[in-house]
């Protein structure tokens, strides 16, 4: 049996590919839970208020691993 390991980078990706394609057709099926709605909410009115603001996606992948983003 051949371990996720011994995949290449793109036999992972499209094993996740396939996976999410999968999982996606039965979408219909899911239902989020009622603290993602508050939680976009707030983010929503903070971003109003101007206690909130977007940043770069390449910006936030730093900070989130601990980097300076200057």
Known sequence: ML???????VEKLRMMEA???DLSREDSSL?????????????EAALAAG??????????????LGGDTA
């Open 51 to 64: 206690e909130a603001r977007f940043i770069d996606w390449d910006q936030a992948k730093k900070l989130l």
């Open 31 to 43: 239902q989020s839970p009622a603290w993602h709605g508050d939680a976009l909410h707030e983010a």
């Open 3 to 9: 371990t996720i390991e011994h995949l290449t980078r």
């Open 19 to 21: 996976l999410w394609d």
